[in-house]
């Protein structure tokens, strides 16, 4: 319903952004390394991507996985033979990857020559959507998403057998989008709960909580909002809690923010991040980032308000990336440029590395054509790299 929802907006949007950095003092920027473009036979709905530990990616597109070298070349590219497109993949230990389908409410292990190892389906004949996924300590995984009406947390082994499962239930419409580990044990788990039209829009709450490792809900934090669903990285952990991003507006308006909640899921602060549709948010307190996380999206920008005053409406996108410092202050902003054919970009996957991160996401290149004839449309997913600028010398500090 919101993929519907987002393909509207994207007829709205054009892109004649060109590349930027913004930084505070102290602050390395990202600053855009390469751009790689991959043509689809249909309306993508995820490009999920993974680190491959050679300072490369390994991303979703259309059913095959494709390696990309710390350069952005490809290495290979291999079908795989699995239902629907991947919502995420991850490393799966040693032994390859574990990539989640939301259509079929699914999972899969892959060995790292992308053959399938281990399939299963779940949910027993009921409406069911499985969104995410991580790794536990002991190479169990956790998977989220929805079961009927309620959030659902699933634990599988390493041959994806269910161990546990449990849903959670606020008396709306609840999905778990995100979840990740928790200092000292358990998980946070960020959903949203509300009342949707066809649309995906309609009243709806952030709705966040911490769970023990067997599921059971020990604290929880809710507010006005919800996440876009778009992108899957919702959860930034930050020294001694998290960092998620939501958004108040709603359809067609953007109006982002940053929440951060300790462990015990109080609120700590509240940021507004401007007009950006945020929709992804990744792990990134560690060293030599500063104690920033990265957050990324689409850069919106400012329509006229009725009072005169700007505010945040569809106009021009481009593919947005921002370090967040501790106290939510923006500490760096890059815009990346695709060219003047490129019409909107919708994050779909952000993964921070060492060196910087990887995005990707689907723009519309368009060719406009003379008075009265119909404009060529294509879809295309775009994967991009951003280098940390690197620090500068004592001399040049001199």
Not at 12 to 20: A, G, K
Not at 162 to 189: F, I, L, N, S
Not at 362 to 381: D, N
């Amino acid at each position: 319903m919101r993929r519907t929802t987002s393909l509207i907006q994207s007829f709205i949007l054009l892109l004649v952004c060109s590349h930027v950095a913004l930084g505070a003092p102290g602050v390395r920027p990202l600053q855009v390394e390469w751009v790689r473009e991959f043509s689809c036979d249909d309306t993508p709905s995820s490009c999920a991507a993974t680190l491959s530990g050679d300072g490369g990616c390994i991303l979703s597109v259309e059913g095959d996985l494709i390696k990309l070298s710390a350069a952005g070349d490809e290495e290979w590219r291999k079908p795989c033979d699995t239902p629907g497109e991947f919502k995420c993949i991850l490393p799966s230990g040693d032994s390859g990857l574990l990539a989640v389908f939301s259509e079929a409410a699914g999972a899969a292990r892959l060995d790292l020559d992308a053959r399938l190892v281990a399939e299963a389906h779940y949910g027993e004949g009921r409406f069911a959507q499985v969104l995410n996924a991580m790794q536990k300590d002991d190479g169990h995984f956790l998977l989220c998403g929805r079961l009927e009406d309620d959030a659902w947390l699933l634990e599988v082994d390493e041959e994806l057998r269910p161990v546990w499962q449990k849903t959670y239930d606020r008396g709306e419409e609840e999905m778990a989008v995100a979840v990740a580990p928790c200092e000292g044990g358990g998980y946070v788990v960020v959903c949203n709960s509300g009342r949707y039209n066809k649309f995906g829009a309609g009243p709806s709450s952030l709705w966040v909580f911490r769970c023990d490792r067997e599921g059971g809900k020990l604290s929880e934090y809710t507010t006005d909002g919800t996440i876009r669903y778009m992108g899957r990285r919702y959860i930034a952990p930050s020294t001694g809690g998290f960092v998620i991003p939501y958004t108040r507006a709603a359809f067609p308006e953007s109006d982002t923010w940053l929440v951060r909640l300790d462990l015990d899921m109080n609120e700590v602060w509240q940021r507004r991040c401007g007009g950006a549709v945020l929709s992804a948010a990744t792990s990134s307190v560690g060293p030599g980032w500063d104690g920033c996380c990265v957050v990324a999206g689409t850069q919106v920008a400012p329509g006229p308000a009725a009072d005169g005053e700007a505010t945040s409406r569809p106009g021009l996108g481009a593919p947005w990336v921002a370090l967040v410092d501790g106290e939510g202050t923006v500490a760096s902003e890059s815009v990346v440029s695709l060219g003047e054919d490129c019409h909107a970009f919708f994050p779909f996957d952000l993964v921070v590395a060492p060196d910087g991160c990887f995005l990707t996401g689907m723009t519309l290149k368009a060719r406009m054509p003379g008075p009265g004839e119909t404009p060529e449309v294509a879809h295309v997913l775009v994967a991009i790299k951003l280098r940390r600028a690197a620090a500068p010398t004592p001399e040049a500090k001199r």
